[in-house]
């Protein structure tokens, strides 16, 4: 059993940057891939970006250029640096963790807004 805890998020104006944490209970070392999803109103849930043991990682087009997800194994916590943040990444972003041996898990979510 994985818990994640998920916090940072808000509210932020165009142009502003957050950062997003998620720390996991057990070590991330032994976790396989880490990433984070977003479900804007209304729409489905889709792929931010995702980050794997040997810390490749993989973006949504979208957001290339502007996020940055890493993880601290020390702290076994993941996140995600948003950048000039716009309007369409407003949406609930959830942590996922997902390991072939452990399953796959996921975090409560939290909101982030950009608004004029």
């Known amino acids: 059993q994985v818990q994640l805890v998920q916090s940072g998020g808000g509210l932020v104006q165009p142009g502003g940057s957050l950062r997003l944490s998620c720390a996991a209970s057990?070590?991330?070392?032994?976790?396989?891939?880490m990433g984070w999803y977003r479900q804007p109103p209304g729409k489905e849930r889709e792929l931010v970006a995702t980050i794997t043991s040997a810390r490749i990682t993989n973006y949504a087009d979208s957001v290339k250029g502007r996020f940055t997800i890493s993880r601290d194994n020390a702290k076994n916590t993941v996140y995600l640096q948003m950048n000039n943040l716009k309007p369409e990444d407003t949406a609930a972003y959830y942590c996922n963790a997902f390991d072939v041996a452990l399953g796959d898990y996921w975090g409560r979510g939290t909101l982030v807004t950009v608004f004029s």
């Open positions: 057990v070590r991330t070392l032994s976790i396989d891939t």
